[in-house]
């Protein structure tokens, strides 16, 4: 069962188009990443799946209800859209409370979600004396208050500390344990790589990719980053490695050889070969992040000229 | 929609919303009631068309409604706060990401704009009531020094401090809905203030002083008259029809901006 399907979904806003005919469905249960550059089409995507914006064509659903009646599941789906947004001189406690009468909850949910993100205790204050992790803690409790089938959550992570990023990492594996789904948007791709069991890729308002992290993570291929001892060496390695065959990408202080781990002697024997010493020769696995910018584009340049290419798509 | 009132109640209550509009409504009261005791005792009076506040004579300060008539006096004065605090707590829901909760939370636009409205109602009620109040307890000692005579004043008291205090309350909800219509379309507190009150202090005044151009109907000086329990220029039930008309054609225009328009920011 699909959670969210979208068909030939549209958005656009005057000349930029920020969804393209977007096309995908996200499986029921577990954390689905939602990646893309700037500017990719992610929150215009939230946006219409909450009903704050409407398509300009194509359709969409969530929880089997199309998002043109978004009160036949809002009640179902918690969400956390960009930063955090409270009124500041009223508590956090008085915060929740006003969201939990609108959505017409008992208030012990509100000592409920308080608890789940540790912020009992500090639930009386005024919100504007809240550090940004304690606001975006809060988001998150906000967006448990209805104990949802769905969570939308936009930047989870942004603000908190490390520990609280660990805490909000275990939270999005428990909730999806639970057997709740949680789609969570976030350019923190090592954290979406951590916890996610489902992956969809956006560029351009354009579907890169959906299906299940393991999938995606098949196309990491192993990579040996080298370096010469003196940086004066470094043009000359790296002439040695391309006269061998090898593709070489300069990344930092390093020569990034595409080459698997049985390579490794084959390369150092080269150097020597060249007159170079070798200070360091590190085998490696490509991350998630290697494959995104690899599908998405590692530069501003190469994104800006995509979009140029894309011809009046989302800047 | 009982939801949405309780939920916008709650919101409601910060304690620099609530002292900022019951204190500038205590200050108009009691600044009104001394100024206009200072000029009827004095015999004197504003120039005509001045904006924003309207003196009685000081036969009809001397008179049973004399009591509450510094409200009417000050009206335009409680309309602009008024105005300005229905058009923060509207607007501040934009400037502050919340409506993009709110409309996730409750996407039954109108019944978030509903339980907005009657929220702010059930407020302006209460800050009419602490003008009034403060009224009373301002303009009783200003008299007794000013030598004028409050003799009449206990005539028909009851029934006196009530009209007056519909009267007010009726004149602020128009006000408020103003505020909130146009912060609706702003989505801007400031823009909202600067256009209701620069409607009221420069349009509306130069209007006036246009003779040839009929004002009775313009929104702040129908308001007016509906604090005033009516005008020689017009009727109460004149004021009453039109600031009804004007409340109903601003709510109308905010609820189909609010239903339809994209929640972006």
Known sequence: ?315 | MLAAVRSELTRLRQPRLLVTWFGLMTLFAVMINTIMITFASGGGSLPPGAPGVAFPTLAELESPSGLMSGLAAASSMFGMVTLSIWAVVTAGDYGSGLIRLLVAAEPRRWRLLAGKVVALVILTAAATTVAAVVNVFAVLPAAGAAGISTAAWGTDVVAVVAGAWVNLFLALCAWGVLGLVIATLARSAAVAIAIGVGYVLVVESVVKMVKDVPSDWMLGTTLNAVASGGTAAVTYGTALALALGYVALGLVLAGVVFVRRDVTD
């Open chain 1, 1 to 315: 069962m699909s959670v969210v399907t979208t068909t030939d979904l549209t958005r656009r806003f005057g000349p930029i188009t920020a969804l393209d005919r977007l096309t995908v469905e996200l499986p029921a249960a577990g954390v689905i990443g939602l990646v893309g550059p700037n500017g990719s089409g992610k929150s215009t995507l939230i946006r219409i799946l909450l009903g704050l914006i409407r398509p300009t064509s194509g359709s969409a659903t969530v929880l089997g209800s199309a998002t043109r009646s978004p009160a036949r599941y809002a009640s179902r789906v918690g969400v956390l859209v960009e930063s955090p947004a409270f009124i500041a001189g009223l508590s956090a406690r008085a915060n929740l409370v006003s969201l939990a009468r609108l959505r017409r909850l008992p208030l012990e949910r509100v000592d409920a979600v308080l608890t789940q993100v540790g912020l009992v205790g500090r639930d009386r204050e005024p919100v504007k004396r809240f550090s940004l992790g304690m606001k975006q803690r809060l988001g998150i409790a906000a967006a448990l208050l209805s104990d949802p089938e769905l969570l939308i959550l936009d930047e989870p992570t942004n603000g908190l500390d490390p520990a609280g990023i660990v805490e909000v990492r275990e939270l999005l594996r428990d909730l999806g344990r639970e057997g709740r789904t949680v789609i969570v948007s976030s350019h923190q791709l090592s954290e979406i790589e951590a916890v996610c069991d489902h992956l969809v890729v956006i560029r351009f308002g354009e579907l890169i990719f959906s299906g299940p992290m393991a999938e995606m993570l098949k196309r990491t291929r192993e990579h040996i980053d080298i370096a010469a001892e003196h940086a004066a060496d470094m043009d000359r390695l790296e002439a040695a490695l391309v006269a061998g065959g090898w593709a070489v990408t300069a990344v930092d202080d390093v020569l990034r050889v595409a080459a698997a781990a049985d390579q490794a002697a084959d390369l150092n024997r080269a150097a020597t070969a060249a007159g170079v010493t070798l200070s360091r020769l590190v085998v490696a696995q490509d991350n998630l992040e290697e494959i995104f910018l690899e599908m998405t584009g590692r530069m501003d340049g190469e994104l800006a000229s995509g979009r140029a290419a894309a011809n009046g798509k989302v800047a």
